[in-house]
């Protein structure tokens, strides 16, 4: 992991995660719940899927624009485990969790 996680909460419009993204140069965002665990994630292929192809509001809570249950993986576990979890669950990015609360992101 590079950096600190960048998070949003599952009532955040589309709108602020996008500005998030943006702001931070992401191609997707974690998105937590109050206990700071992982419930999803919303990337670019969401975005366009679900969001501008669906003519959905920008001011739409991203809950239900997110791709539920992102591949996590605890912080011990080694970059190959990481790899080999992102390749057979098909998955580009993985939460990296700490006691089940989002430490970070670790992707291909």
Do not use: K
Request: hydrophobic share 45%.
């Amino acid at each position: 992991m590079q950096r600190e996680p960048v998070s949003c909460g599952t009532d955040t419009p589309i709108r602020a995660a996008l500005e998030t993204m943006r702001r931070e140069r992401l191609s997707g965002i974690a998105v937590v719940d109050a206990a700071q665990r992982p419930v999803g994630i919303f990337t670019q292929t969401d975005l366009l899927g679900r969001v501008v192809l669906e003519g959905v509001d920008l001011a739409t809570p991203i809950a239900s624009v997110m791709t539920h249950g992102p591949g996590t993986i605890d912080e011990m576990a080694t970059a190959q485990e990481a790899l080999a979890q992102m390749a057979q669950l098909g998955f580009h990015q993985l939460m990296v969790t700490r006691e089940g609360r989002l430490a970070g992101v670790v992707s291909e």
